[in-house]
């Protein structure tokens, strides 16, 4: 692709994403990716939307190499009930595991579909995962979005390290949990200390020094993330020493 190029944006996105919902008002809610779709449609009227591959049995061993099969099990226990609440701020309905896996398989294509052309693709999809851990979801997450596709990108020919970038205002502590043991995976969050899940500090650096935690004050503007990765990008570009480029 010629470097002066700009890419037509690629989204991938499907309305299935707004049949994971609570019950009563929560701030996870589909009227969340309504109002970013719309966005981007204005945004970028030329963009390209795709919609996810249909989940198959080929994702489940993706979904086992982070989490373990009784979450799994339990997750479509609950949403074959009706749906209930894993934690208080936690909610399956009875559509949220087929949602899940399909936001999982979403991530999936981006990765596919981001080597293939050679450019960034935007996954727009819910629910959230980077609070899941591999024997329970936290925090609105039920399956780890990132870091199941860090593993599948592993698994892709010529793809030998992958970094993950988290600027949520909470730290992934469900993220960093599952990739932290991978030498091949670097992991970089952004986020506001002290806050929800309260992990996160400064001073953790992985198994492997592939952690850059970057917690940030609040009130944090634009700004203040410059100089975080103005002052640490040197750090960062070092989490694989035994690995070269």
């Known amino acids: 692709m010629d470097a002066t190029a700009v890419p ?24 969340r990716l309504v109002a970013i779709r719309q966005h981007l449609e204005a945004a970028f009227p030329a963009a390209e939307w795709r919609e996810p591959t249909p989940v198959g ?4 061993p993706w979904l086992e190499k982070v989490h373990s099969r009784v979450y799994l099990d339990q997750l479509t226990r609950i949403a074959a009930e009706g749906g209930g609440w894993l934690d208080p701020d936690t909610y399956l309905n009875d559509q949220s595991d087929r949602v899940a896996r399909l936001a999982v398989q979403a991530w999936l294509d981006g990765v596919d579909l981001a080597v293939q052309r050679q450019q960034p693709i935007f996954v727009l999809a ?17 399956l780890a979005n990132a870091a199941i596709a860090a593993h599948y990108a592993l698994s892709l ?16 502590n469900g993220t960093q949990a ?9 992991y970089c969050s952004l986020h506001e200390f002290p ?19 970057l917690p940030m004050p609040t009130g944090s503007t634009g700004a203040t993330y410059r ?7 040197n750090e960062y570009f070092r989490v694989f020493p035994n690995h070269p480029p």
């Open 195 to 213: 806050a929800y899940p309260y992990t996160g500090d400064g001073g953790d650096r992985g198994h492997h020094n592939n952690v850059l935690n």
């Open 178 to 186: 599952l990739v932290q043991d991978h030498p091949q995976i670097a």
């Open 126 to 142: 819910r629910p959230p995962g980077h609070h899941a851990l591999r024997e329970r979801g936290m925090g609105f997450c039920l």
């Open 227 to 233: 100089r975080a990765f103005q002052a640490d990008n």
């Open 8 to 31: 037509t944006p690629v989204f991938i996105y499907s309305d299935r994403f707004l049949e994971h919902r609570c019950r009563q008002f929560h701030f996870e809610r589909p009227e």
């Open 157 to 172: 020919p010529r793809i030998r390290r992958v970094a993950i970038l988290d600027w949520d205002v909470h730290h992934g």
């Open 57 to 60: 049995e080929g994702l489940t």
